[in-house]
């Protein structure tokens, strides 16, 4: 084993599983490896749960269902939907909350959820499950071995710590893990875009009429939409491959934000602005299987669960197991928006559902290579599959 960085670190303890970033994905992978029975530490760099979905302020949990009236995907991504939204507003229709049999679209099973309420949600949610967390701790280094990610270092405010581990999860959003540990990856473009939250005078009598506080706290979309319109002309499209790149984003997003607020001061105030870059794609892996988009209505072998294409309506996908590894990389897998997908096929899978569907298979699959000593291509397949199903995935 060797440590380039020579720097003194502070052994911290051993693990089963380590999930490293708090993302749903991150979520959904560390309490899937808790309840199997693995000891689990998720560590997020924030202080706050839920990535993109919370501190991203990108607070809409896309349709699981085929928008046509056929749930697509269960398990925790749809546990996840009930715990945003169990301490705050919700805009789930009626017959979704009940889980009435929808004929033909008459409503979505999405929802509108506050990011504040369902962070602290989250909290309890992972706790609950048996997994530890760790929070303000910015995973840095992967600590490889003979093609195993033996433990992670992070910086701490007590400075270098290290975890050991028998499995990883990548569930960072840019596979910063991976990537680290010389795995390939390829860098997503991303449009000029941001979202925060408003407040504004002109609301107050529908919030008063309705009760429901999601007609005072709005998105404000602005710059581009998801095909690019918005954007600047005369702007390159964007990367997330340093500090810099971060800092020009936020600093220009924030700019936008101002700019588009009504010009009484008075009236009006920008609610919360998101504490992270709302890069949609930033890096994924090469896995062994890379999901284009293309494979509507094929059956995988090794599916791990089913989803849809939020955009459209109909539209049935399965995600393979295989495109959360590559098999040099025994022990790590991937998890959400950085898992093998290119093209069409990232829109798919970077979306809230979709990172919670295979946050799932990843923890379960950490889990049982950390218990039964397994490596990402030898663990069975079929028994992975039996306990994502016996856990409410839905294979479609």
Excluded at 73 to 98: H, Q, Y
Excluded at 126 to 132: I, K, P, Q, R
Aim: overall charge positive; charged content about 25%; aromatic content about 8%.
């Amino acid at each position: 084993m060797k440590i380039t960085d020579s720097r003194p670190f502070i052994h911290k303890g051993n693990y089963d599983v380590i999930v490293v970033g708090g993302g749903v994905a991150g979520v959904a992978a560390a309490v899937a490896a808790g309840r199997h029975g693995a000891k689990t530490l998720l560590i997020e760099k924030t202080v706050m749960l839920g990535g993109l979905a919370t501190v991203g302020l990108i607070s809409w949990y896309e349709p699981l269902c085929d928008r046509c009236g056929q749930q697509m995907t269960g398990g925790i991504a749809e546990e996840l939907l009930r715990v945003l939204i169990r301490d705050g507003f919700d805009s789930l229709p009626e017959d979704w909350k009940n889980k009435k049999k929808l004929k033909g679209n008459k409503g979505d099973y999405a929802t509108l959820f506050s990011p504040t309420m369902g962070a602290i949600s989250l909290d309890r949610f992972v706790l609950d499950s048996g997994a530890e967390l760790l929070f303000d701790a910015h995973a840095t280094f992967p600590v490889m071995k003979r093609g195993r990610c033996v433990g992670v270092i992070a910086e701490t405010v007590e400075g270098r710590v290290y975890y050991e581990a028998d499995a990883v999860v990548d569930a960072t959003g840019d596979a910063s893990v991976f990537h680290r540990a010389g795995a390939k990856t390829y860098l997503g473009d991303n449009y000029l875009s941001g979202v925060s939250h408003e407040i504004k005078y002109e609301n107050a009598p529908k919030f008063i009429e309705t009760n429901n506080v999601k007609h005072m706290r709005q998105w404000k979309v602005i710059g581009s939409n998801l095909y690019g319109s918005g954007h600047p002309a005369d702007m390159p499209l964007l990367h997330c491959e340093s500090a810099e790149d971060v800092t020009r984003y936020m600093i220009e997003t924030r700019k936008m934000a101002l700019e588009h607020v009504d010009e009484d001061r008075f009236s009006r105030d920008i609610a919360t602005l998101p504490g992270m870059p709302q890069f949609r794609k930033i890096r994924r892996i090469e896995a062994e299987y890379v999901f284009t988009g293309e494979e509507l209505n094929v059956k995988f072998p090794d599916a791990i669960g089913s989803c849809n294409d939020f955009r459209k309506k109909g539209m049935h996908y399965q995600i393979p197991y295989r495109s959360l590894y590559k098999k040099e990389f025994k022990n790590m897998l991937a998890a959400g928006r950085i898992i093998g997908a290119t093209s069409e096929g990232w829109e798919i899978t970077r979306v809230i559902p979709v990172a919670a569907l295979t946050g799932h298979a990843a923890g379960m699959a950490a889990a049982m290579i950390a218990l039964e000593k397994k490596t990402v291509s030898t663990l069975s397949v079929r028994k992975l599959r039996k306990n994502l199903k016996e856990q409410g995935v839905l294979f479609i």
